[in-house]
């Protein structure tokens, strides 16, 4: 009977650095490329997919990538700010449906959307726990969100400050989840739904705070006429909206004015996205009006241009460790050429000696093999979020 | 148990030479070969256990035709009728001591690992005074203990014949007289035939016989 692989297991027992090393660089040749297919193609099928999906995107001049990646995929690039005018003008023009995006603040590192219940309806989006929101100061949030923060409907979520060191700005308000989405294996599963009223409360154009005209506390109140009071800034702003004081709420200014990121534009049909588009092409606008997909399609087109460069990096890395392994072993058999003799002089054959390194490598591959297939599918279970931190 | 007759072989590109023209040795005899280094000694452990082939003359070891039989043939030949004992030990320091002893039935189907066989090891490695160290890695032991757990490993298939190579060359002098008693004393239980190469003369008195490599210059050494 030969042992040759007890024979192995127990040389590469005693030898654990070496093994070790050895296990770590095969498993790294095999995973980088396969991480990597893995990564690409997660990639391509949440950027396309979620951008052909999307007909119209109209935002200010500027970076249509960037619109693209904020507007559909929740990137932190805001781009130039539009008026919730263009949204209405958009409607106006009885071409398509608009549904105004705002996405430009933060909850606990979650992407905030300030848009409108037909965003639900768009996305086909529902909720598996709760309802949509409802109220001012209600959000709904994605499933993995939800997940991560431990949070369910009837709980509570602070929106996150623009600027750590922004002492004179709005304080994060306090929101109420009203529902959880189910899982849709895109962006949303990471966003927190707000009212597009919401997330301007969030940024302070819409608050509300103590009726000025009842405060009797004069290190509150600065000066009182018949017909105005001026308070300073001790005046107490509500950071929760609740049914006691969801009346003190209030808009400064025109609403049509107030800021959004995008319009997401839904056309009746061919005829006209092909008028609207028109209209927006126009070189003295401030606005454009883009496809997500062909924006995305020239992504992609880069994206796998790289990917054939890291490809090709890959391939010559690869190369190079397997030449480092092929000198490491050729070492380590001369190394041990006292004990291959020793054995030959037993009475084993070259054959025997050549089947006992072998089954060194078989356990090695095996070790790498499975290593590998485990970062595999650790890579495969969190290529969504991985998608998301790398390229969105 | 050894008859050579007429032996030639030579490694050319060395320009050595070895000349045997008439060599035997009885069975159960201990037999000590002695001569100056590079005279051919191992060589001639090496012709007799058929890791090399002579380039012409014979080599009879217990009625087997070692210069006739093929690479394979010799190979099982050697593990199974000849237990060698090498002056470095030439134990395995990543296997246990006990893996040691046993590492000839795990690199060869001439020989079967059955529960009898591991029994014998341990039996053979508690009369050699090493019963307690069977777990540990032989790189863990003393020299001592290192050459008894070689002889263990050459004794275990039950050879007729034991070929020592400088075996008590790298221990001090007690441990040099007492592996010799061991070697000695497993031989004879063992009903089995000891040629030994060694350099040390104060050993020479013990041996049945001894055998000076230059007699081969001058005739046989029959």
């Known amino acids: 009977m030969i042992d040759s692989f007890y024979i192995a297991w127990k040389y590469l027992l005693f030898s654990k650095a070496r093994s070790a090393t050895l296990v770590a660089c095969i498993t790294l040749i095999a995973v980088l490329p396969l991480a990597l297919e893995i990564i690409l193609d997660e990639s391509e099928h949440q950027l396309v997919e979620r951008a052909e999906h999307t007909p119209l995107l109209v935002g200010a001049r500027g970076s249509a990538l960037d619109l693209v990646m904020n507007s559909l995929y929740f990137a932190d690039e805001v781009p130039e700010l539009i008026s919730m005018l263009t949204a209405d003008e958009i409607t106006a023009t009885d071409l398509a449906y608009s549904i105004p995006l705002y996405v430009r603040f933060q909850a606990r590192g979650f992407p905030i959307v300030g848009t409108t219940l037909d965003y639900f309806d768009f996305r086909r989006l529902r909720p598996a726990a709760g309802t949509p929101f409802g109220l001012l100061g209600e959000c709904v949030i994605g499933s993995a969100v939800a997940r991560e923060l431990g949070l369910k409907p009837g709980d509570s979520l602070l929106s996150s400050p623009e600027t750590v060191f922004d002492l004179a700005g709005v304080y994060p308000l306090k929101m109420r989840v009203a529902g959880v989405l189910a899982p849709t294996h895109s962006a949303d599963d990471l966003a927190v739904l707000v009212d597009i009223k919401t997330a301007w409360v969030i940024e302070g154009l819409v608050h509300g705070h103590e009726d000025v005209t009842r405060s009797r506390d004069g290190s509150v109140i600065i000066e009182r006429s018949e017909s105005n009071v001026t308070a300073n800034a001790k005046l107490m702003q509500y950071t929760e909206i609740t049914a006691a004081n969801i009346d003190a709420f209030h808009l400064h200014g025109n609403p049509e004015d107030y800021p959004l990121t995008a319009v997401i534009a839904l056309p009746h049909d061919d005829k006209a996205a092909a008028i609207l588009r028109g209209r927006y092409q126009n070189a003295d606008t401030s606005y454009q009006i883009v496809p997500p997909a062909d924006v995305i399609d020239t992504l992609m087109t880069n994206i796998f241009r790289i990917r054939n460069v890291l490809d090709a990096v890959i391939l010559f890395v690869g190369l190079a460790t397997l030449m480092a392994l092929v000198l490491v072993f050729a070492l380590s058999l001369r190394l041990r050429q006292r004990e291959i003799d020793t054995i030959f002089k037993l009475g084993c054959s070259r054959l025997t000696i050549a089947q006992l390194l072998g089954a060194e490598i078989v356990i090695i591959a095996a070790f790498s093999s499975v290593l590998c297939l485990l970062i595999l599918s650790v890579v495969a279970h969190y290529d969504q979020q991985l998608v998301r931190a790398l390229f969105i | ?222």
Request: hydrophobic letters at 40%; aromatic letters at 6%.
């Open chain 2, 1 to 222: 148990m050894i008859s050579i007759e007429s032996l030639r072989f030579s490694y050319p590109q060395d320009g050595f030479n070895l000349q045997i023209p008439a060599f035997s040795v009885p069975v159960g005899q201990k037999l000590a070969v002695i001569g100056p280094s590079g005279s051919g000694k191992t060589t001639l452990l090496n012709l007799i256990a058929g890791i090399v082939a002579p380039d012409t003359g014979r080599i009879q070891v217990a009625g087997v035709p070692v210069h006739e039989i093929t690479d394979a043939g010799r190979r099982d030949f050697r593990i199974t009728q000849i237990g060698f004992v090498f002056q470095d030990f030439e134990l395995l320091d990543y296997l246990s001591v006990l893996d040691n002893i046993l590492h000839p039935y795990r690199i060869t189907r001439a020989l079967q690992l059955t529960p009898a066989v591991a029994r014998r090891a341990r039996e053979l490695a508690e009369q050699m005074g090493i019963g307690d160290k069977l777990q540990r890695h032989a790189g863990d032991l003393s020299q001592g203990e290192k050459q008894r757990a070689a002889i263990c490993r050459a004794l275990l298939p039950q050879p007729k014949l034991i070929l020592a190579d400088e075996a008590t060359g790298n221990l001090d002098p007690d441990n040099k007289l007492h592996i010799l008693d061991l070697l000695f004393e497993a031989v004879d239980q063992h009903g089995a035939t000891l040629l030994a190469v060694t350099h040390d003369h104060e050993l020479l008195p013990r041996f049945d016989r001894v055998v000076d490599f230059n007699e081969f210059r001058g005739g046989s050494a029959a």
